[in-house]
């Protein structure tokens, strides 16, 4: 399983124990990659964090790598209303973690691209989303106000396309793969951060 692994320590003994977090993504041409790996340095920010930046192409023959980490961000673009053929074979392949429920109760959330603003990437949510519930995973949206509400410029804005099902960005078609205003890269952090969160706050209170 090839990865790219990330870690931040503690910067405290007493801190709470590592969380182990997968961004598993598919990318055709860089854009959804890109976004994963801002997601990852969001969700790296937090302490006791450890992130692996994960190809959706190279765990297919893998899938049992996924019971390794406690929370999976999944990640695609958007084709025709839906998910990579790349990333449904990936999906596919779990099959057998869904028979034995190996990956009930882990932290889960999605992220998509597409070249235009709406591009039906709902429906793509939607599908991660529902994938995650046939394995009995914690399904996390995206709990980020869209700050063009607070006067922030559009382009600038966290969340400036209003999704909460999970994160969603934009990127034009045939741009360059960093090719992302900055709103769209804020938002990738802050999606990350809060993921990585949620996973450490969802383990402190299982313990207490």
């Known amino acids: 399983m090839k990865s790219q692994s990330l870690t931040k320590k503690s910067n405290s003994p007493g ?9 598993i993504y598919h990318s055709a ?4 990659e890109h ?9 790296l920010s937090v302490a006791d964090t450890q992130v692996h930046l994960l190809k959706a192409e190279d765990l297919i023959s893998q899938p049992h790598h996924l019971v390794e ?39 889960a959330a999605g992220f998509t691209v597409s070249s235009l603003p709406a591009g039906d990437k709902q429906t793509t949510l939607i599908a991660l989303f529902t994938f995650c519930m046939q394995h009995g995973m914690l399904w996390l949206g995206n709990p980020i106000l ?19 099902s999970g994160l969603m960005a ?5 741009s360059a793969a960093d090719a992302f205003v900055v709103g769209d890269i804020k938002t990738a952090r802050m999606f990350g951060r809060s993921f990585a969160q949620t996973a450490h706050r969802i383990s402190n ?4």
């Open 69 to 107: 980490f406690d929370g999976v961000l999944l990640g695609s673009p958007t084709y025709f209303g839906g998910v990579t053929g790349t990333f449904k074979n990936f999906m596919d392949s779990t099959g057998g973690l869904w028979r034995t429920q190996q990956l009930k109760g882990k932290l």
């Open 146 to 164: 869209p700050e063009q509400h607070q006067g922030v410029p559009y382009d600038e804005a966290a969340n400036r396309l209003g999704s909460w």
């Open 15 to 23: 801190d709470s124990k590592m969380k182990k977090l997968a961004v």
């Open 205 to 208: 209170e299982t313990q207490n």
């Open 35 to 43: 976004i994963a790996q801002h997601i990852a340095e969001g969700a």
């Open 170 to 174: 934009q990127a034009s078609h045939a």
């Open 29 to 32: 041409h860089g854009h959804t």
